[in-house]
């Protein structure tokens, strides 16, 4: 489904080389594998790779397939890739403080129709928030914003999730629940790459890869 060939990335500080972050790193998410998790150290690349494939960062050499088909690294066919294929859940949720939990998912289908809100209200459901439609987001608690960040992904009723660090902040009740929301999403047949520090996350994922001297390798947990 994507793969990553010979990717070398550098952080560049005042036009001169920093640091290395990818030296022939090598990535593939298999039509055959609904999950991988990218571990590794704080600072080695993890949100990077995450940008790559998600198509956010096209500075880098190598060659990015989709579908086994070649993707030119340009703004507009990356932003068309993600736009047809992809849903991003970041640390952060990037949700709208102004704006109420529905309006937030709304914002998350690619075309709206007189169904969307009924939709809507199912993932809510489905992410265990029936009731907080009108709810403001600066109401809500971290665990609650990441699940709504997952029920505005889910609008877009993605090839791939992409998420970064998604229980990192919450607790363990409540990474359960986003387990067992990732874990549906799965059998939905929607792919997922999760970057994390944490095993348990790790551990409900059907490959792990490290990142370890800027590249990946594979490992077991």
């Known amino acids: 489904m994507i793969e990553l060939k010979n990717i070398n990335k550098n952080i560049i500080k005042n036009k001169q080389i920093e640091r290395v972050l990818f030296e022939n790193l090598n990535f593939s998410l298999s039509d055959a594998t609904p999950s991988i998790a990218i571990m590794g150290r704080s600072g ?29 690294k340009t703004t507009d066919k990356m932003a068309d890739l993600r736009l047809k294929n992809i849903s991003i859940i970041t640390q952060h949720y990037n ?15 690619r075309k709206k129709s007189a169904q969307s809100k009924s939709q809507a209200m199912d993932y809510l459901k489905m992410v265990g928030l029936e009731g907080y439609a009108h709810k403001k987001i600066k109401h809500l608690s971290g665990g609650e914003c990441q699940r709504v960040a997952i029920a505005r992904a889910m609008a877009k009723a993605p090839t791939l999730l992409i998420a970064d660090e998604p229980t990192g902040a919450l607790d363990e009740e409540t990474e359960r629940i986003v387990l067992n929301i990732f874990q549906e999403l799965k059998r939905k047949g929607t792919k997922i790459i999760i970057a994390t520090h944490s095993k348990e996350v790790a551990k409900s994922c059907e490959q792990v890869v490290v990142i370890k001297d800027k590249r990946l390798k594979a490992v077991k947990l």
């Open 95 to 109: 949700l709208l403080d102004d704006r109420n939990v529905m309006e937030n998912i709304l914002l998350g289908f």
């Open 44 to 72: 080695s690349g993890k949100t990077t790779l995450l940008n790559i494939i998600a198509g956010l960062d096209i500075n880098y050499e190598g060659e990015y397939f989709f579908n086994h088909n070649l993707v030119y």
